[in-house]
């Protein structure tokens, strides 16, 4: 189970941080992902991270202004969001399990946590 939180309003400029806790299937070395889903539009790939963090990968529009991290120890994945803008408005996916590739969707998904930013 992924139970994601951290959503919320936001100006533009501003900064959220994002939050997806693990449960079952915590021994098992997975990268995990967020995705996001804006309305009217497909679920799109955001950013991605190893089991080992060696090793992330970013969407184009958020290079520079997101971060994506986890922490083992505590199951947990994190999205540092800065210097947000309209176009990040979405619902936010965390996703995690065996893939293929880093960037790919995976089979666990999270309930999704809303970010709004205003302008």
């Known amino acids: 189970q992924l139970v994601e939180s951290g959503g919320g309003l936001v100006e533009t400029g501003g900064s959220l941080r994002l939050s997806c806790v693990v449960s079952?299937?915590?021994?098992?070395?997975?990268?995990m992902a967020w995705f996001r889903q804006a309305p009217g539009k497909e679920r799109e790939f955001v950013a991605a991270?190893?089991?080992?963090?060696?090793?992330?990968d970013y969407t184009d529009s958020v290079k520079g202004r997101f971060t994506i991290s986890r922490d083992n120890a505590k199951n947990a994945l994190y999205l540092q969001m800065n210097d947000l803008k309209p176009e990040d408005t979405a619902v936010y996916y965390c996703n995690a399990g065996p893939g293929t590739t880093l960037t790919g969707p995976r089979p666990y998904w999270g309930q999704g946590t809303q970010v709004t930013v205003s302008s």
């Open positions: 079952g299937h915590t021994d098992s070395h997975y990268g």
């Open positions: 991270i190893t089991w080992s963090s060696s090793t992330t």
